[in-house]
């Protein structure tokens, strides 16, 4: 996913001059291609991440679009007021590429995760926020950043993830639909759709029909497609790499409070749990004790639909 978006960032700086990569404390060669080709607009700014985001400002203030990568914890919990106050508050054409959302980074401790991210950013006004599944729906989306008005933040995955995406175009903003059903509504983020398939199916032959959307765009939510899928369903369950607190099942959670549903509808929020981890190891080993998994999926539902 990292490699698709970068090079993506490179296609798009041959096309618009307009372009400009920063990037802090990346491996030696990265875009090596685009340094050499275009080396007026490539900066490599080490371990200063506050740093490159204002330098990203600066330039964005005069016209240019800024695409900046380095570590997603650093990008977020070390540059927020930057974030904030010098890329958000003026509405500026900044595009932050963090690498390691959530718990890609587990073996590195949580100096390195961010599990938090999407909660911190989504209150954040004036920016976008996305979390794709996959490399195939990370080249769909940076063609829509080019002219996208305003901050954009992506976060990218751990990269060689299954592919699992289905669509063929990408809409900043949209929900997209992986299963239909009325029993239960399972919504999700990332790299959490492959187990929201895998659960639809396991769901499906014991009887439960699974309705299945897709949220790569985290701000601005398809409210309409979730408020729409949730009044069709008996209860409703999240699904995300991030804390549960305040991320997309608590956005999930504010819509359908507010929308005032015609009836009431138990809700699940999985998740990454509001504590720091004891435990070290593998994303995936961190997912099979947090109970981020297809089976945990399954078990929820039930329970929510009192089987």
Not at 81 to 101: K, P, S, T, W, Y
Not at 122 to 148: F, G
Not at 229 to 244: F, G, H, L, M, P
């Amino acid at each position: 996913m990292r490699k698709a978006c970068l090079e993506q960032v490179y296609e798009l700086a041959k096309k618009d001059d307009r372009v400009v990569f920063i990037g802090s404390d990346l491996g030696a060669g990265t875009l090596r291609h685009f340094q050499e080709e275009m080396p007026d607009r490539f900066f490599m700014e080490g371990i200063a991440e506050g740093h490159a985001v204002g330098m990203a400002s600066g330039l964005a203030h005069e016209g240019k679009v800024v695409y900046i990568n380095t570590i997603q914890s650093f990008l977020t919990r070390r540059c927020y007021e930057q974030i904030v106050l010098d890329a958000c508050m003026h509405n500026l054409n900044i595009r932050f590429i963090g690498n390691g959302g959530g718990l890609v980074y587990a073996p590195l401790g949580p100096t390195h995760w961010a599990t938090e991210d999407l909660s911190i950013l989504r209150v954040i006004p004036n920016l976008t926020v996305i979390s794709v599944a996959d490399a195939e729906e990370m080249v769909r989306l940076m063609p829509e950043t080019l002219d996208h008005q305003g901050p954009v933040f992506i976060r990218l995955a751990k990269g060689y993830d299954p592919v699992v995406t289905e669509e063929e175009s990408f809409e900043i903003g949209k929900a997209y639909s992986y299963r239909e059903g009325e029993d239960v509504l399972i919504l999700g983020c990332g790299v959490t759709l492959g187990m929201m398939k895998k659960a639809g199916e396991i769901l499906s032959g014991q009887g439960v029909e699974a309705s299945i959307l897709h949220i790569p765009t985290i701000k601005p939510l398809d409210t309409e497609a979730i408020i729409s899928r949730a009044n069709k369903a008996s209860c409703v369950i999240t699904v995300e790499e991030n804390t549960i607190l305040g991320g997309l099942g608590g956005a999930v959670a504010e819509i359908l409070a507010e929308a005032c549903l015609e009836k009431p509808l138990r809700l699940k929020r999985i998740g990454l749990s509001d504590s720091f981890s004891p435990n070290y190891g593998s994303q995936l080993e961190h997912f099979a004790k947090q109970g981020l998994s297809p089976e945990n999926i399954v078990a929820a539902a039930n329970d929510l639909l009192g089987r």
